[in-house]
């Protein structure tokens, strides 16, 4: 039984120790309370962060008090000051770079990319500021870590004589209440559950893709007519482009000179919107029948399994690492292509130009196959710019009148991000080139999964879900057509009249199915682009907002 008189006693003999305890564990409590003020942008988001870390606080000192042994506490302890200084820097830093709080959404762009990726996402933000909070955040555990360690003796824990049971029995108390407080009342500031929802989410959406779209055919597609004649066709899936920066859309600067050449052999779509901002998030729905109107995604195949059942030979070629820690999801969708290359598949993965795609695509084209589908998957703009591209390509210089925020970063970034499309220009029309080579009945069509915004509306560059902005979703789309299949298609002497026309590339399949002449179950012409019966639709991006009132 509790005996009260009992347990103040011993705790007014731990006075000293407790509070000292409570004090030193205190100090990432401290930087939510002092930074986390200029940092997080309402006062009630706030308070709710400062009481939660209280909370979590709670559970990591009552861990302490727990621990049976003074060397157990001690290491309990280290444990628990560097989980909570990790929690602290990673919360704040969060705050820092996107103004907004960890949530499970944001975290999920961690698990589409391979450690090079994580790394090159974390260093490209990486500024002064965040040095000096990762100082204040670390040095302090760094420290404790040494003086716990090397000085255990002189150690106040020495003397600490919590060892009671109803000393014990409260200390279990404590870390149950918090972690109650902390699921009911405060799931959406815990950072564990955040991470754990998200690791969830991903698992689930990989697991219903991979169900379903990673085989060569797919049961929920049937082809009602398809033909047989020669056929070849490209589909580039470019990445983190805008259109934004591209000449071909009244860029400034030289940002497409080859592409600006057969400007007139190209059908230039003027108003084409990604349906997210992040890679998994938009391919997912502009390789697949999914998309924002809540399709069946049990019924769902992709544009992969539409060729393959259209009788189509089909490469997937890649320059996007195939495995990081996990697989990524347009990865999934490639792998029921017949023939598959990733050719970043070294830990050099990230310094591979684009242009190393070049062979393969054309050893595809020379392939045998009368039809044949070749997906080609760029690493294209993606960050960091300036790995992008050969020295060559380093055109750039000066600031750019159009940057909406000058400092001497957001030039260099803005001058790397125009490189590295001037680069991306080059291997498009590379592309373009060898397809006509052929001499075939063949197209070519280009897009990008989302744009990247590079200091045009904000002081901010790149691409994520609590920044986003019109320049990461407004994408390049365009097509490219050779005679014979102009002949052989006079239905798209029309589709001249779609080019201003918005239009989401969540429907891509459908613009697809006409570009293969394909006719399927779930097939809907009003939602081709390549149609003369497209209709504009409400545009949803990231989950109810309407693009063209946003
Ligand atoms: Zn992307």
């Known amino acids: 039984m509790l005996n009260c008189k009992k347990l103040i006693k011993d705790i007014k003999l731990n006075i000293k120790?407790?509070?000292s305890l409570v004090l030193i564990m205190s100090y990432p409590l401290m930087m939510i309370v002092v930074i986390g003020w200029f940092l997080i942008p309402h006062l009630m988001p706030y308070l709710r962060e400062v009481v939660a870390f209280v909370f979590f606080t709670s559970v990591f000192i009552g861990l302490i008090l727990v621990a049976k042994s003074v060397v157990l506490k001690k290491w309990v302890m280290i444990f628990s000051l560097w989980m909570l200084s990790v929690f602290a820097f990673v919360k704040l830093g969060f705050y820092y770079i996107f103004g907004a709080k960890l949530s499970s959404s944001s975290v999920f762009v961690f698990f589409e990319t391979n450690y090079n990726e994580a790394s090159e996402f974390i260093s490209s933000y990486f500024d002064a500021k965040l040095?000096?909070?990762?100082?204040?955040s670390f040095i302090y555990p760094i420290l404790y870590s040494c003086i716990i360690g090397f000085n255990l003796k002189k150690f106040y824990l020495s003397s600490f004589h919590l060892y009671s049971?109803?000393?014990k029995l409260l200390s279990v108390l404590l870390i149950f209440l918090s972690v109650i407080a902390l699921q009911r009342r405060f799931k959406a500031e815990?950072?564990?559950?955040i991470l754990s929802k998200s690791i969830e989410e991903y698992k689930e959406t990989k697991a219903n893709i991979r169900k379903d779209l990673a085989q060569e055919t797919n049961p929920n597609l049937s082809?009602?007519?398809?033909?047989?004649?020669?056929?070849v066709g490209v589909v580039i899936i470019g990445e983190a482009t805008s259109r934004w920066h591209m000449q071909l859309y009244g860029y400034n600067r030289e940002t497409n000179p080859l592409l600006m050449e057969i400007k007139d052999e190209l059908l230039v779509f003027n108003d084409v919107i990604a349906p997210n901002v992040m890679t998994i998030r938009s391919l997912e729905k502009a390789l697949t029948l999914k998309c924002y109107e809540g399709f069946d995604v049990e019924n769902n195949f992709s544009v992969v399994q539409l060729a393959n059942q259209s009788d189509f030979e089909t490469f997937w070629i890649s320059n996007q690492e195939p495995v990081g820690y996990t697989e990524s999801i347009p990865t999934i969708i490639g792998s029921a292509a017949k023939t598959k290359e990733f050719i970043a598949t070294d830990d050099y993965s990230h310094t591979i130009y684009d242009e190393n795609l070049l062979p393969r695509i054309n050893s595809a084209l020379k392939s045998k196959e009368g039809r044949k589908i070749i997906f080609v998957h760029l690493i294209g703009t993606h960050r960091v710019y300036s790995k992008r591209y050969p020295d060559e390509y380093s055109h750039f210089k000066g600031v750019?009148?159009?940057t909406k925020y000058k400092t001497e970063y957001s030039k260099d970034k803005v001058n790397e991000y125009d490189n590295?499309?001037?680069y991306n220009d080059y291997v498009v029309r590379e592309i373009i080139e060898q397809v006509r080579s052929m001499n075939e009945n063949s197209f070519v069509v280009y897009f990008s999964d989302h744009g990247d915004d590079v200091f045009d509306t904000q002081d901010f560059v790149g691409h994520h879900g609590n920044k986003a902005s019109k320049p990461m979703h407004d994408i390049p789309f365009l097509a490219w057509f050779s005679e014979?299949?102009?002949?052989?298609n006079p239905r798209f002497d029309s589709i001249s009249n779609n080019l201003d026309k918005p239009h989401a590339l969540e429907d891509f399949i459908y613009g697809f199915s006409d570009l293969i002449d394909v006719d399927y179950k779930a097939y809907d012409s009003s939602r081709s682009i390549f149609n003369k019966d497209y209709k504009i639709k409400t545009r949803w991006i990231r989950n109810e907002i309407d693009y063209d009132k946003w």
């Open 17 to 19: 120790a407790l509070a």
């Open 131 to 136: 040095i000096v909070l990762a100082f204040f």
């Open 165 to 167: 049971n109803k000393i």
């Open 190 to 193: 815990s950072i564990v559950f």
């Open 223 to 231: 082809v009602i007519a398809n033909k047989t004649d020669s056929q």
């Open 400 to 402: 750019n009148e159009r």
């Open 420 to 422: 590295a499309i001037r």
């Open 484 to 488: 014979s299949y102009k002949l052989k």
